[in-house]
Nanobody, 123 residues
Framework: QVHLVESGGGLVQAGGSLRLSCAAS????????MGWYRQAPGKQRDFVAS???????HYADSAKGRFTVSRDNAKNTVYLQMNSLKPEDTAVYYC?????????????????WGQGTQVTVSS
């Protein structure tokens, strides 16, 4: 019942910038942690950045100083501002979010993934 929609990927030259967006929709009590992962061809999916519901952030070493993760709780949207892009940043970027669903009968935590958006950085 939860859907994540990503946008903002594309082709950019080394040193350029891109901003990725991911909006959550569906039935849930709250959106907790939201984050970004990436997967290059032939590689595993790796963590990039995350942000909690109150704005605490965490970054992979490869992203520190260049990427900024933020969120708009009113819109249930997470962003990834990517500056000083390098060819090694080329990958499919995936949005991830943790949700809490509460009712009179249950209290559950689960996660969802976006479809991925391609980021290609040329040298």
């Amino acid at each position: 019942q939860v859907h994540l929609v990503e946008s903002g990927g594309g082709l950019v030259q080394a040193g350029g910038s891109l901003r990725l967006s991911c909006a959550a929709s569906g039935s849930f009590f709250s959106v907790n942690d939201m984050g970004w992962y990436r997967q290059a061809p032939g590689k595993q999916r790796d963590f990039v950045a995350s942000i909690t519901s109150d704005g605490s952030t965490h970054y992979a070493d490869s992203a520190k100083g260049r990427f900024t993760v933020s969120r708009d709780n009113a819109k249930n949207t997470v962003y990834l501002q990517m500056n000083s892009l390098k060819p090694e940043d080329t990958a499919v970027y995936y949005c991830n979010a943790d949700f809490r669903v509460v009712s009179q009968y249950s209290d559950e935590e689960f996660e969802s993934w976006g479809q991925g958006t391609q980021v290609t950085v040329s040298s």
